[in-house]
């Protein structure tokens, strides 16, 4: 089985700097591995997937994310964040080539300061 | 044209009432799932179907019970309610293995 932790609930950063989410997983098969963005009263949104290859993978928004396998974390970063970035934030992970469910981390709030 | 929709939006009902919440893709998909969202945003997968079969069913009550009359469709029918019902009910579907899930936009539920 798969599981997610995200380390963080909430993360609180000024305008304009820039932001780091913690994701680690743990699973005895290989992963994909997602973030999702929830924006107040809305349905998840695909950010960024990493399924093989390349282990950085850019997303929407500018946001990218660094798949590490031997620290078997995916954290999310963004250089320079704005207040429309405000959500919460989701890391969520499947089984690699199985029809299987996508478990979800608890989600990291990131809170823009002005 | 939305990619996965759910109806109601809102749904405000009493204890005990009886009640459905409706699912629809037109993203050609085939397998379907519902997750239920509590209010510190944790989200649990409750069940998953692939091409109209049952492929994933999770801890979940027996008042819960899903119907797929089609692989576009998995409705969510929900017994007796209970108070601790009352979260945001997320339908989403996905292409097959190893992508993404395409979620709706939730259904608020909040039993009275």
């Known amino acids: 089985a798969q599981s997610v932790t995200q380390l963080d609930s909430q993360v609180p950063v000024f305008e304009e700097a820039p932001v780091e989410l913690r994701c680690n997983y743990s699973?005895?098969?290989?992963?994909?591995l997602f973030w999702y963005v929830q924006y107040p009263n809305q349905g998840l949104q695909l950010l960024l997937k990493y399924l093989s290859g390349s282990t950085l993978v850019k997303g929407i928004n500018g946001f990218e994310a660094e798949f590490n396998k031997s620290q078997t974390s995916f954290h999310l970063r963004k250089p320079s964040v704005h207040i429309s970035d405000t959500a919460e934030y989701f890391c969520?992970?499947?089984?690699?080539?199985?029809?299987?469910?996508?478990?979800f981390g608890k989600g990291t709030r990131l809170h823009i300061l002005p | 044209d939305t990619a996965v929709s759910q109806t109601p939006k809102y749904l405000v009902t009493q204890m005990g009432n009886d009640k459905s919440i409706k699912c629809e893709q037109n993203l050609g998909h085939d397998t379907m799932y519902w997750y239920k969202q509590d209010s510190k945003k944790f989200l649990k997968i409750m069940f998953s179907y692939n091409n109209k079969e049952l492929i994933i069913n999770e801890t979940v009550p027996n008042r819960f019970s899903p119907k797929s009359p089609d692989k576009a469709h998995l409705n969510l029918h929900i017994n007796s309610l209970e108070l601790g019902d009352s979260a945001v009910y997320f339908c989403?579907?996905?292409?097959?293995?190893?992508?993404?899930?395409?979620f709706g936009q939730g259904t608020r539920l909040t039993v009275v």
């Open positions: 969520a992970v499947r089984a690699a080539n199985r029809d299987d469910k996508i478990i």
């Open positions: 989403a579907s996905s292409p097959g293995t190893g992508t993404e899930a395409f």
């Open positions: 699973s005895s098969v290989s992963v994909y």
